[in-house]
């Protein structure tokens, strides 16, 4: 068994980063459910596609160190770590934002996992050479078919629906705000506890 998992929106969550950066540019009221979703929603409607695009250049760049794991996902890599199951990091993502300043997101996104712990021995052990930022899609889906994975877990359905994903790949979507119900072809978790039950073999904590 061999899993790979993406990153954005999947170990790292930016719901309270989006909602907090929003406010602060008066671009949300401040009541507005406080998740990445409401918050591009809302800007679209409103026809500020641009604003809602800086946001994000400034949630992967210069703010991602505010931006928080995914509950339970140092449980599901401490877990793969103790049962001996390899695990990758495999993300789509420009290297620089389309708008805003020009910070390295890739070395952004690097700086947030040794921040938190995840290449730490003492924490959870990933080893960095076994995370991969990509800057294309097609990119993304040779990587995961060259690490041979077994297993790819993504929060977006149309990633995985990808014609061109590796057939021999299980995929698994992470749905956390369950908003694809059974709709969707494949496993479907809620959160990385869900996923550690579905991917883990003998997981105990």
Aim: with cysteine.
């Amino acid at each position: 068994m061999v899993i790979g998992v993406d990153f954005d929106n999947t170990v790292v969550c930016y719901d309270r980063l989006f909602h907090r950066l929003a406010t602060e540019r008066a671009l949300i009221p401040a009541t507005l459910s406080a998740d990445k979703e409401s918050v591009r929603n809302y800007l679209r409607a409103q026809g500020r596609e641009e604003d809602w695009t800086e946001l994000q250049g400034m949630a992967y760049g210069m703010r991602i160190a505010q931006a928080e794991p995914f509950p339970g996902v140092r449980e599901f890599f401490l877990a793969c770590r103790r049962q001996g199951v390899p695990v990758y990091i495999i993300s789509h993502k420009t290297r620089l934002p389309v708008r805003g300043p020009q910070v390295d997101l890739h070395r952004a996104a690097r700086g947030w996992l040794e921040s938190r712990g995840f290449h730490d021995e003492a924490e959870i052990g990933l080893p960095a050479e076994r995370v991969f930022f990509l800057e294309t899609k097609q990119g993304k889906l040779q990587r995961i078919g060259d690490l041979r994975c077994s297993h790819y877990l993504d929060d977006l359905p149309e990633f995985l629906l990808e014609p061109a994903f590796p057939g021999e790949v299980e995929r698994v979507l992470f749905d956390p705000w369950n908003r694809h119900g059974d709709r969707v072809p494949f496993a479907r978790v809620p959160s990385w506890d869900a996923a550690r039950r579905h991917l883990v073999p003998g997981h105990t904590l």
